[in-house]
């Protein structure tokens, strides 16, 4: 499905929690929704759902409005941090509503990683730990098979190793069957390699949407000597640089193979300290 943001404005109050973002969203992909705390991540991922309205602005998604628009809504799951399901539901109760609401719900795959996260069908919401309450959440948004599943922090208590699973199993279903998944994560280290899309907002801004093999390709961090690098970086694309002792370390736009070439120590730069370069002390545009 496609999604067409255009300048996409929230406001809480005097609070611009969203300042008039444009971008599109033309194919099924793994996108990393990032940026810091109070971005706008989750207004976003609310709008998107039908869940709130904007305050100017538009998504459009394959040419219609979410809000109000039970077409719309039952092809997109939201998953979040937590207060995904009411408390005094059962697990199995939340699973049949959920079979109900989505129309592609995989039933198989929900039972089997009920399984898997060890979930009792017959406890409570209210009654589960965090992480239990995270995996159920998980198994919604992987079973429902939602064109568009949006996923929010979905994790808040589970292990490592329950995380692990989670990724292997996104992976696979999205191997198997190709959808458009928004991911929003502070754990970036641990999911970049499953991004093929990167989105950056900062302070309500969009301040990069990028292909995300071309961030890793493309993008290197230069050092040695200041001069032979400050050379090296001339009229290139600079996200950041640091000077020490007439050494210099420059983030930029350019191929390991050209730095190299040039005499400089490269390194690539992983995408969660891309995302904090981009975003350190600078404000949105
Ligand atoms: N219901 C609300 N009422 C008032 N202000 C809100 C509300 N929801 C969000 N905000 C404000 O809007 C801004 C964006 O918040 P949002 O939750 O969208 O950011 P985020 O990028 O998801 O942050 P985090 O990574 O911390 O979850 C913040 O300044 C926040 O305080």
Known sequence: MKIEVKNLAKKYGNNEALKGISFTLEEPK?????GRNGA???TFMEILAGQILASSGEIKIDGEHPFDNQRLTESICLIKEGDNFKKDLKVKNVLKIASYFYPNWDGQ?????TREY??????????LSKGMGSALGIIVGLASKAPITVFDE??????????????EILLE?????KRTI???THLIDEVSLLFEEVLILQEGSLI???????????????SGPADKVEAFIKGKKVIESKKLAGMMTAYVYGTSEEAREFGLEVEGIPIQDLMIYLTEGKKGA
């Open 118 to 127: 060890n979930l009792n069908m017959n406890a409570k919401v209210k009654s």
């Open 182 to 184: 928004i991911f929003s």
């Open 30 to 34: 793994i996108y990393g929704l990032l």
């Open 154 to 167: 979905p994790y808040i208590g589970l292990d490592a190793a329950a995380r692990k699973k989670f990724y």
């Open 40 to 42: 706008g991540k989750t």
């Open 109 to 113: 795959l929900a039972e089997e990683l």
């Open 173 to 177: 279903e999205y191997e198997n069957e």
């Open 208 to 222: 990069m949407q990028e292909d995300a093999d071309m961030l890793r390709n493309n993008t290197c961090a230069v």
